[in-house]
């Protein structure tokens, strides 16, 4: 089992470098054939597309475009999967994410021009030319339309749900077909199920409100893991290395917790007892603080874990090219793998940390305190 | 990045570290005295730990 | 900070919330209930079968317990028979001991009073023999006298002498 799964790590780690490798020329072609078609080529382009750029910023940018999340599915190179992009810019447009590699990357839509930026791979609104302006910080300053496309995330996560569904509905259907014993693929998963509810939530929640949050936790859980696991393929997705989403799970933990919270919970936040009462309004500013800290740390942590796995794996990787010799690559090479086995157990660790705090954050809104004086 | 922002994060990585360090140290010492409450003292170690690394985090990305 | 920001997509935030919420509520009801539900029920179905299993070793016990007491209460009575019986029997043959002695001893007191009646019987007959017999001696006695009186005392002498004897 343990021997298969080597095997198997081993065939990634070697598909994610030919990924990389891929991509690099594949930028570099797209490049190479955008500065001569256009003279008027954006700013944006001549700061990262040149061939002048050295293999270190090479791969630096690789890393980042790895980390962003696009328009298009790209799987190595030369494959690329469009997917539509849509946007609400005073109406609405849709096209196809193809359309960006056209010409200068620059796209009619119902008389507006929309642009890519390299900066953080989301799409502005330019002139015809495809120029986008920066701050001094270095930010965009281009008017941004709503950007409603099924991005590469968007789509991990409609197949991700799509996978559990089918996994757990099935497993769910095994057990009336099999008179209560699991079968299929999902009965690997039936032990996290109940390590879940025996070791997760019934100690941090309680055994009488526990019921209520277990669909919550359970799909969090899985989606977050089955994610990072996605992420660890070579397909390239980093989806919950995205703030976006790690805001979005915080923010449902956060308003499970306020919307499912007892009296006590705003007793204690509000009028804490058995506290001088001149403290309690101190006490109370700093409670209030502690419930949006929370989700902010949950979001955070998530972001911040994924994020940093994915660009220290990528720069291992990465050493591999510059190092161009057997024994720098050969040790990058092992170190790349033994961090893959790293983030193998990280993967599955920020899920249960995510899921665990969560579990934390509901007792803590449905404890009922029967010693008041206690505290 | 300027260097001010990055002497801090230093220091916020090293804080951090010993902070988890030490929080690992201690729940091996617990688990060593108590090998039978190993599951509760993993449970609370990875409470404390994620909680300080969300600590950490959150002044790294705010400097 | 700032660069978070500048990297936060509203709409793959408005497509994480839609997504995943869909995806919990129909997870919540085509996979999380019955699977919650049947693991439940397994738990129940494994809890009730081994407690029906301690109640069934408990009964056997039980009966087990039953049948020793059983068994001792038949093996006391068979024996309290036994004991019954073997008094019974003592009894029986001490009674016809006993009866037999005083039949023995009414039979032997009987005997003896037959026997002593007997001998006064035979005395008596005897006595009255011997008077006879005397007489009858006497009278030879005389009639022998009455022809040699030498001889008459001669006898007289030698039934004398025999009766010394005597």
Do not use: C
Request: charged letters at 20%.
């Amino acid at each position: 089992m343990l021997k298969r799964a080597l095997h198997i790590l081993t065939i990634i780690t070697l598909f994610s470098i030919s990924n990389l490798v891929a991509q690099e020329h594949h930028e570099e072609a797209k490049h190479e054939t955008t500065s001569h078609q256009t003279e008027n080529h954006s700013s944006e382009h001549n700061q990262h597309g040149e061939e002048n750029l050295s293999l270190k910023d090479k791969i630096k940018k690789d890393i980042k475009h790895h980390l962003q999340d696009t328009h298009g599915f790209h799987i190595t190179k030369g494959i690329e999967f469009p997917l539509p992009v849509i946007l609400w810019d005073e109406g609405l447009h849709i096209f196809s994410s193809s359309k960006f590699h056209e010409g200068n990357g620059v796209v009619e839509s119902n008389g507006k021009y929309y642009a890519i930026s390299h900066g953080n791979g989301h799409i502005y609104r330019t002139d015809a030319s495809g120029k986008i302006e920066h701050n001094e910080k270095g930010f965009e300053t281009n008017k941004k339309p709503i950007d409603f496309s099924i991005t590469k995330n968007v789509f991990m996560i409609m197949i991700t749900g799509l996978l559990m569904f089918l996994l757990f509905s099935g497993l769910a259907k095994s057990y009336s077909k099999n008179g209560g014993i699991a079968k299929g693929p999902g009965r690997f998963l039936e032990p996290i199920i109940l390590y879940i509810r025996d070791d997760i939530a019934i100690p941090n929640i309680g055994e009488k409100h526990y019921k209520k949050y277990m669909p919550y936790l359970l799909t969090i859980f899985f989606f977050i893991w089955f994610l990072n696991l996605f992420g660890l393929t070579p397909l390239g997705v980093n989806v919950t290395g995205n703030i976006a989403i790690t805001v979005a799970l915080a923010l449902l933990t956060y308003l499970i917790t306020t919307f499912t919270a007892k009296k006590d919970y705003w007793k204690h936040i509000f009028w804490m007892p058995g506290v001088p009462v001149l403290l309690r309004p101190f006490l109370a500013l700093i409670e209030l603080l502690g419930t949006i800290i929370k989700p902010f740390a949950l979001t955070i942590r998530l972001y911040a874990n994924m994020f940093a796995g994915h660009v220290v794996l990528m720069s291992i990787i990465g050493l591999i090219f510059l190092y161009k010799n057997l024994v720098g690559g050969g040790l990058s090479f092992l170190l790349a793998f033994a961090l893959s086995l790293l983030e193998l157990l990280v993967a599955a660790l920020q899920a249960y940390i995510f899921t665990m705090l969560s579990a934390l954050y509901f007792g803590a809104a449905v404890e009922e305190h029967e010693h008041e004086e206690a505290h | 990045m300027t260097i001010p922002s990055i002497i801090g994060g230093g220091l916020i990585v090293i804080g951090a570290g010993l902070g988890i360090g030490k929080i690992g140290g201690s729940a091996m010492d617990a688990i060593a005295r108590q090998p039978e409450a190993s599951g509760k003292i993993q449970t609370a170690m990875l409470i404390a730990a994620a909680l300080i690394e969300g600590i950490g985090f959150a002044a790294l990305f705010a400097s | 900070m700032d660069k978070l920001l500048n990297e936060f997509s509203v709409g793959l935030f408005f497509w994480q919330i839609l997504l995943f919420v869909g995806l919990l509520l129909l997870l919540r009801k085509f996979a999380w209930k019955p699977i919650l539900d049947a693991v439940n029920e397994r738990e129940d179905n494994i809890k009730n079968a081994l407690e029906g299993a301690e109640r069934a070793k408990q009964e056997m016990l039980n009966l087990q317990a039953d049948n020793e007491k059983i068994l001792k209460e038949a093996r006391a009575e068979r024996d309290a028979l036994l004991k019954d019986a073997r008094e019974m029997k003592d009894n029986i043959i001490n009674q016809a001991k006993e009866e037999a002695q005083i039949q023995a001893n009414k039979l032997m007191e009987q005997t003896k009073v037959a026997i002593q009646n007997e001998k006064a019987k035979a005395i008596s007959d005897m006595k009255k023999q011997m008077g006879e017999l005397s007489v009858a001696i006497a009278e030879k006695v005389v009639k022998k006298e009455l022809s040699d009186k030498e001889k008459q005392l001669q006898l007289v002498d030698q039934l004398l002498n025999e009766v010394t004897l005597n």
